[in-house]
């Protein structure tokens, strides 16, 4: 299908990245618009929904979505030419997920081939508790989070914070590794962040979300320089999805107030930013070639 302007826009988007579990659909919307930005009808031909196995480069049919546009279920509005997919994952559909769709739309019934990717977890590897506590550690905010985890593993887990007013402040990532089990996981706001920004409490922890990291070999080997790891990491062989998907935490945490005086105005330091240094003035600057004039 041609990519030129036609005076025509359709947008056919996931409302998420991923479905998590089997107790939900994904939800999945499609709609064109003339160019007074009135929705038209659309005739769907043909849809059909594929998993790719991005490791063997295969593609396999998945049984098919429902779609609507009578207003019922997931659909927001009867007729009104915006029309909803839903599909709910199975067991054997982790990984990247195609929806493809043939349209004829417009007057001019003009045609086009449309998809929408997203990436499917059935198993949940872990979820969380809405059990936090929060403390003030070498200046910095420290917010734990509880979680359940199913799937022992190398966890990567993340969150947004927000000040008073809602505006996005800081942002906090953790590579941890987990058992099976209740627990808690360590999220830290550095501190200069909060008085540089001026930052107001109380502050909201949101966006909540992690992954399971599931590669052919030990996650920490990227960081081992030696001949040996990098051999088992090139000659690791590839038969899954390379994560597994927590469900993203929908409510947030609202924590007390505090004084900016209470955080650190120390510049951010760790094990991993020295290393990091002390290998950037290991690098010998080159020169830049010689011109020579003619």
Same mark, same amino acid.
């Given at each position: 299908t041609s990519k030129k302007p036609n005076g025509y826009r359709c947008h056919f988007q996931p409302k998420t990245w991923a479905i998590v579990g089997m107790e939900n659909d994904i939800v999945i919307t499609l709609e064109c618009r003339d160019s007074s930005n009135k929705a038209i009808p659309i005739r769907i031909d043909n849809h059909a929904m594929y998993h790719y196995k991005e490791w063997d480069g295969t593609k396999t049919q998945a049984h098919n979505a429902d779609y609507t546009d009578n207003g019922t279920g997931a659909d927001l509005m009867a007729n009104d030419n915006i029309y909803t997919f839903t599909w709910r994952p199975m067991s054997n559909h982790w990984g990247q997920m195609f929806l493809e /769709?043939?349209? $004829?739309?417009? %007057?001019?019934?003009?045609?086009?081939?449309? /998809?929408?990717? *997203?990436?499917?977890?059935?198993?949940? %590897?872990? #979820?969380?508790?809405?059990?936090?506590?929060? /403390?003030?550690?070498? &200046?910095? !905010? /420290?917010?734990?989070?509880?979680?359940? @985890?199913? $799937?022992?593993?190398?966890?990567?887990?993340?969150?947004? !914070?927000?000040? @008073?007013?809602?505006?996005?402040?800081?942002?906090?990532?953790?590579?941890?590794?987990?058992?099976? &089990?209740?627990?808690?996981?360590?999220?830290?706001?550095?501190?200069?962040? !909060?008085?540089?920004?001026?930052?107001?409490?109380?502050?909201?922890?949101?966006?909540?979300? &992690?992954?399971?990291?599931?590669?052919? *070999?030990? %996650?920490?080997?990227? &960081?081992?320089?030696?001949? =040996?790891?990098?051999?088992?990491?090139?000659?690791?062989? $590839?038969?899954? %999805?390379? =994560?597994?998907?927590?469900?993203?935490?929908? #409510?947030?945490?609202?924590?007390?107030?505090?004084?900016?005086?209470?955080?650190s105005d120390k510049e951010w330091q760790s094990p991993e930013k020295d290393r990091r240094i002390q290998e950037l003035k290991s690098i010998e600057p080159t020169s830049p070639p010689e011109i020579k004039s003619e």
């Open positions: /769709v043939d349209i $004829t739309y417009s %007057p001019e019934d003009k045609k086009a081939h449309i /998809v929408a990717a *997203f990436f499917s977890s059935p198993r949940k %590897p872990a #979820e969380f508790t809405n059990y936090f506590r929060e /403390v003030i550690e070498d &200046g910095s !905010l /420290v917010i734990y989070a509880g979680i359940s @985890v199913y $799937t022992s593993g190398s966890y990567n887990i993340q969150a947004n !914070l927000k000040d @008073v007013n809602g505006n996005y402040i800081a942002y906090a990532t953790e590579d941890v590794k987990l058992s099976t &089990g209740s627990q808690e996981v360590r999220l830290l706001f550095y501190g200069k962040i !909060l008085r540089d920004a001026e930052a107001r409490s109380p502050y909201t922890l949101t966006s909540l979300r &992690g992954y399971r990291e599931n590669l052919p *070999f030990d %996650p920490e080997l990227f &960081g081992d320089p030696s001949p =040996k790891a990098l051999k088992i990491i090139q000659s690791a062989k $590839t038969t899954e %999805p390379d =994560k597994e998907i927590i469900p993203i935490f929908k #409510e947030e945490h609202k924590t007390k107030e505090y004084s900016l005086d209470e955080f």
